[in-house]
């Protein structure tokens, strides 16, 4: 069965570092990859996906993630933070090897400190 | 397009009274969603649709909860009656011609049954 773990509950950084948000996931075959950001009374919105070519995917708000096979990995990064960043980021795998319905993880909180 | 429109927005009832949550999916999407979301048990989908036909309902919880959608606009989520251990946010999502694709969120209704 297909899951999705983010090891991080919270992440807390400071207005301008760079931020690397882990997500690993459980899947048989090439998987399909999403990552969603939640804001505060706001449903999700899709920051950016994978499924197939590049490894290297660009998001919109500047984040990009990376599909690392070897290491079942499909960490979020941005260079550097803004306090608008500041919700809940939630890593998703799904696709045809599996169940095409994404699997959600259970999210991680970002909190930034001015 | 407005984007999946939910409402209400908010829903305080009592225990033991029916609750009806209704979605408008995207004009043309041809998969639409129900999710709850709950700090415990985090983003669950309890059931979808494949233009207007039920195809997994495998996530809903009891059968308390029954979910239809008379027509490709529109979809309802009843919980008959209902408890205190209900309150959470139902999400309604939508998709295009494939299940594996982009998810697109309403902003949820917030219940809470007392």
């Known amino acids: ?114 | 397009d407005a984007g999946v429109i939910q409402s209400p927005r908010h829903e305080v009832t009592e225990m033991g009274q029916e609750v009806t949550l209704r979605c408008k999916p995207i004009s043309g999407h041809d998969y639409l969603f129900w999710y709850r979301q709950t700090m415990m048990r985090g983003l669950e989908l309890l059931i979808y649709f494949n233009n207007n036909v039920p195809i997994d309902d495998s996530g809903m919880p009891e059968d308390r909860f029954s979910a239809k959608m008379p027509n490709a606009s529109f979809s309802t989520l009843k919980i008959q009656p209902s408890e205190p251990r209900d309150s959470a946010v139902y999400f309604c999502a939508s998709s295009t011609t494939s299940p594996g694709e982009t998810q697109y969120f309403g902003p949820g209704t917030r219940l809470l049954v007392l």
Not at chain 1, 36 to 46: F, I, N, T
Not at chain 1, 77 to 85: E, F, G, L
């Open chain 1, 1 to 114: 069965a297909q899951s999705v773990t983010q090891p991080d509950i919270h992440i807390t950084v400071s207005e301008g570092a760079s931020l690397e948000l882990r997500c690993n996931y459980s899947y048989g075959a090439t998987p399909y990859l999403f990552w969603y950001v939640q804001s505060p009374g706001q449903g999700l919105q899709l920051l950016l996906k994978y499924f197939s070519g590049d490894t290297l995917v660009q998001g919109i708000k500047g984040f990009e993630a990376e599909f690392k096979r070897s290491q079942s990995s499909f960490n979020l990064r941005k260079p550097s933070v803004h306090w608008s960043d500041a919700a809940e980021y939630f890593c998703a795998v799904g696709g045809p090897g599996g169940s095409y319905i994404p699997t959600f993880g259970r999210g991680t909180s970002l909190i930034v400190h001015p």
